[in-house]
């Protein structure tokens, strides 16, 4: 999260019920911003279908035409995403901004390009409209510019018109459709769609405008000069698609089974499954807002106390002082967060599987959602030991631990269509719980043997990448960086 922590100590600072109210909001808007957003907006217009008397089954089609841009734009965009955080906080480190903007504009413009190669594939043969298709493109790529965006809004203290913009967004979106439904003035599907992308387009655009802002409009910025990245960190870029795809891999294989349910001969997609694993997944989103505010004011502090003394040569007393306190804030910081999520998770048993049961939701479903929510908190566990590790440089174990995640999600999900219905959302619960161990493991491992990894487990000297990426770089700035020479 890139220089979302300069704001928060500074709202925390003035120690007011107001600044930390801010403080928490600022986290909220931008850890699950984009996944309020699209529930607000699907949920709302939903509910517009049911006044207005939509078909059933166009209400099925307007659903998977959201929550396919919804989950594969993540899957596109995460391992690019993480790779442009890494250089986008080298460059505020540095206190370079002047490529910042011009890079927003090419890791978008990566995307689109796969992204549209992928979109092509998948509608070149489906029956669908071409203005639906076309539509449920565009609001796929611009919710892939969405989730890119978030990393370089991390860096601005504006955190209103964030919000302003999120809220604007949706607003118009619903208003949109609301008026193509109440006038009639075209078909309810392709219009609620062609409403989200307005809308959608606007968050892009306001989005797009602050980030430029900030960092300044760049008239000749070098819009790649992350692709060496890509070589240096390739790591990020596995952790980051690994762990995407494993958290949905359980149902991707459940829509190949008896409960998968075709829509409109061309998606696929799992109801009944899907919406009770959208509500466990809503229990750990108070981990994510948590995990930002405690990292960034107490663990980063300690971190940045720890290797500073490293760099700028203390003495090995200051150095060793400075581990233990670092490695007792990171234990201390883990337990608290992990009791706070424990918290909603009982929470989200005892009031989730009532409120289902009163919506109609079934007994065995309700059953899968209370699996889930405990699937969910390990899942949390393991996300915020991956992000530990990522913070302490060891690339090498989040890897390791996001593969382990896919893997056992892969064969157990497997093992559980061949078994049936009764081990639904048993799977994915035995593989948050093997993988969280494995992470915890991991951690353990690393912090006691933290100072060998810091010393000992780097290179000494600092090799630059000759790869495929860099070679396009130099080929593509080459004059420009011979002029800054």
């Given at each position: 999260m890139a220089g979302i922590g300069f704001e928060l100590k500074r709202?925390?600072?003035?120690?007011?019920?107001?600044?930390?109210?801010?403080?928490?909001?600022?986290?909220?808007?931008?850890?699950?911003?984009?996944?309020?957003?699209?529930?607000?907006?699907?949920?709302?217009?939903?509910?517009?279908?049911?006044?207005?008397?939509?078909?059933?089954?166009?209400?099925?089609?307007?659903?998977?035409?959201?929550?396919?841009?919804?989950v594969f734009s993540q899957l596109l965009t995460c391992g690019f995403a993480m790779v442009i955080t890494r250089y986008l906080a080298d460059k505020l480190y540095q206190g370079e901004y002047e490529n910042v903007t011009a890079s927003c504009y090419g890791i978008i413009f990566l995307a689109q390009l796969l992204g549209a190669v992928?979109?092509?594939?998948?509608?070149?043969?489906?029956?669908?409209?071409?203005?639906?298709?076309?539509?449920?493109?565009?609001?796929?790529?611009?919710?892939?510019?969405?989730?890119?965006?978030?990393?370089?809004?991390?860096?601005?203290?504006?955190?209103?018109?964030?919000?302003?913009?999120?809220?604007?967004?949706?607003?118009?979106?619903?208003?949109?459709?609301?008026?193509?439904?109440?006038?009639?003035?075209?078909?309810?599907?392709?219009?609620?769609?062609?409403?989200?992308?307005?809308?959608?387009?606007?968050?892009?655009?306001?989005?797009?405008?602050?980030?430029?802002?900030?960092?300044?409009?760049?008239?000749?910025?070098?819009?790649?000069?992350?692709?060496?990245?890509?070589?240096?960190?390739?790591?990020?870029?596995?952790?980051?698609?690994f762990y995407t795809l494993a958290i949905y891999a359980a149902n991707f294989i459940i829509w190949q089974g008896p409960w998968g349910v075709t829509v409109a001969d061309t998606y696929l997609y799992s109801p009944r499954y899907d919406v009770v694993t959208f509500y466990a997944f809503l229990s750990i989103l108070p981990t994510m807002i948590m995990f930002v505010v405690s990292m960034e004011l107490k663990f980063y502090e300690q971190y940045a106390v720890y290797f500073t003394y490293i760099t700028q040569k203390g003495n090995f007393q200051d150095i060793e002082d400075a581990r233990k306190e670092l490695l007792h804030t990171l234990w201390t910081e883990f337990k608290n967060i992990m009791e706070f999520q424990l918290v909603f998770s009982l929470m989200f048993l005892a009031a989730g599987g009532y409120l289902l049961s009163m919506g109609g939701v079934s007994y065995q479903d309700v059953n899968i959602y209370r699996i889930l929510v405990l699937g969910a908190f390990f899942n949390a566990v393991l996300q915020v030991v991956y992000?530990?590790?990522?913070?302490?440089?060891?690339?090498?174990?989040?890897?390791?631990?996001?593969?382990?995640?896919?893997?056992?999600?892969?064969?157990?999900?497997?093992?559980?269509?061949?078994?049936?219905?009764?081990?639904?959302?048993?799977?994915?619960?035995?593989?948050?719980?093997?993988?969280?161990?494995?992470?915890?493991?991991?951690?353990?491992?690393?912090?006691?043997?933290?100072?060998?990894?810091?010393?000992?487990?780097r290179p000494v000297f600092f090799e630059t990448p000759h790869g495929v990426f860099s070679r396009l770089a130099a080929f593509l700035y080459r004059d420009r960086q011979e002029r800054n020479a």
């Open positions: 709202l925390f600072d003035r120690r007011t019920l107001t600044g930390q109210t801010m403080a928490y909001g600022y986290s909220a808007i931008i850890t699950a911003g984009p996944f309020a957003l699209l529930t607000s907006m699907v949920l709302l217009i939903q509910l517009l279908f049911v006044q207005y008397g939509v078909a059933k089954g166009a209400g099925q089609l307007y659903t998977a035409s959201v929550i396919y841009p919804f992928g979109a092509v594939a998948f509608y070149w043969d489906k029956p669908l409209a071409f203005e639906l298709k076309l539509a449920t493109y565009v609001f796929f790529m611009e919710m892939s510019a969405v989730w890119l965006q978030g990393v370089y809004l991390t860096a601005l203290k504006d955190y209103k018109s964030i919000f302003l913009s999120y809220g604007g967004g949706g607003a118009i979106s619903v208003l949109l459709a609301w008026a193509n439904l109440h006038f009639a003035l075209g078909e309810p599907v392709l219009g609620s769609m062609v409403s989200m992308c307005i809308g959608t387009g606007v968050i892009v655009c306001c989005f797009m405008v602050q980030i430029a802002r900030y960092f300044g409009y760049p008239s000749e910025g070098m819009n790649f000069e992350f692709l060496p990245y890509f070589e240096v960190h390739y790591r990020l870029f596995g952790v980051a698609f992000t530990l590790l990522l913070y302490l440089e060891d690339q090498h174990g989040a890897l390791m631990i996001a593969g382990a995640f896919l893997l056992s999600n892969g064969v157990l999900g497997i093992g559980g269509l061949w078994l049936g219905e009764a081990s639904y959302g048993f799977t994915f619960f035995l593989s948050a719980l093997f993988a969280c161990a494995v992470a915890v493991m991991r951690l353990q491992h690393f912090c006691q043997r933290i100072s060998y990894y810091v010393f000992c487990g």
